[in-house]
């Protein structure tokens, strides 16, 4: 059953003859989206516009107080852990400022130049683009889908044009019932999932860190990590520090399960690091009352980049992530230890 279809050319917001299936970023198409944006109510994609223009601002990390960012650059250990400060901090101004030649600024302050009209659309669109398009297409009812990667919830499929004109197609995989939500995957195939190639239409290959950078949010389980307990240490030689794993909540239990390739074992420098960062992140834990008092704002709803204190959404999102990180590296240590036991190795 079709949720949506829809040609290039109608309805959605594209970068034109640009398009290309799998070109995951645009110029145009954000500048597209920038004009559509500013057209508003004579846009002749109006009703999709009011919809965007309605979306809150400021879910996303790279558009947070700077506050909030260097806080959220405190928890993950200014590049210990990711996401990596170049995937969201400063991501829009190399991405868009730099690469895109784009109208806005960033001062000192970390204030954006909000006296430009273009600026500001354009910043609209670019966070807007980050969060909501397949592969440069802004696409109506497409993007409202939830995400999710339970076998149980996720009930869509898509499939994009290989062409500039070519028909999107958003379908139904199982029957959603009157008034059900809709569950669309934004990583169906990343390196943790079990799906058959020919439903990887998306290609998508992000893990939890990059779901945070992108959308905002922390994924459900199955979860999907990677940490590198060498990056940005240029002394060390080793060209093969990264280990990913995967991680499950059992259904019976409720605990949760790690799990990765045999060759991707943990070693011991590796759980030495785990415990280090896990240490850390529990006495910021400690401190979270304190932090809190002098980090966030006291007014709900208040976005303001001059201010010396973060949004309320920013800090909520900062310790949903540190409990997710936390949750992991626990699962890792605990998983090997097992390992280890019944190895007689402890």
Request: charged share 30%; aromatic share 12%.
């Amino acid at each position: 059953m079709a949720i949506t279809t829809a040609p290039t050319s109608l309805r959605m917001i594209h970068p034109g003859t640009k398009y290309a299936k799998y070109r995951y970023f645009s110029c145009r198409a954000i500048y597209n989206l920038a004009k559509e944006l500013q057209l508003g109510d004579k846009s002749t994609r109006a009703p999709y516009v009011r919809y965007l223009l309605s979306q809150p601002r400021g879910t996303m990390p790279g558009e947070w107080t700077k506050v909030g960012q260097e806080f959220l650059a405190n928890v993950l250990g200014h590049g210990d852990l990711p996401p990596y400060e170049d995937t969201w901090r400063t991501y829009y101004a190399t991405e868009w400022i730099d690469a895109c030649a784009g109208s806005d600024s960033i001062g000192d302050d970390g204030t954006y130049n909000n006296d430009d009209e273009d600026a500001k659309f354009e910043r609209a669109a670019f966070w807007l683009a980050s969060a909501r398009d397949e592969d440069t297409l802004m696409i109506p009812v497409y993007d409202m889908a939830n995400h999710s990667n339970d076998p149980d919830k996720l009930n869509t499929l898509s499939y994009k044009p290989e062409r500039a004109g070519g028909v999107f197609r958003f379908i139904a995989s199982k029957t959603i019932p009157p008034g059900g939500q809709i569950y669309n995957s934004y990583n169906r195939c990343n390196q943790c999932s079990n799906v058959p190639e020919s439903d990887c239409e998306t290609y998508s290959f992000y893990r939890t860190p990059d779901l945070f950078v992108h959308f905002g949010f922390v994924e459900d389980y199955p979860q999907n990590w990677e940490f590198d307990p060498a990056h940005g240490d240029s002394s060390d030689d080793d060209d093969d520090t990264e280990f990913d794993f995967c991680l499950h909540r059992d259904s019976k239990s409720g605990g949760l399960d790690a799990y990765w390739e045999e060759d991707d074992a943990l070693d011991a420098r590796d759980l030495k690091w785990l415990r280090k960062q896990l240490n850390r992140l529990q006495r910021l834990s400690n401190e979270k009352d304190m932090l809190e008092e002098q980090l966030v704002q006291k007014l709900d709803g208040i976005h303001d980049a001059k201010s010396d204190r973060m949004t309320r959404w920013e800090w909520e999102s900062i310790w949903r992530y540190h409990e997710a990180l936390v949750h992991a590296i626990n699962a890792a240590i605990s998983f090997v230890s097992d390992e280890d036991r019944n190895e007689g190795e402890l």
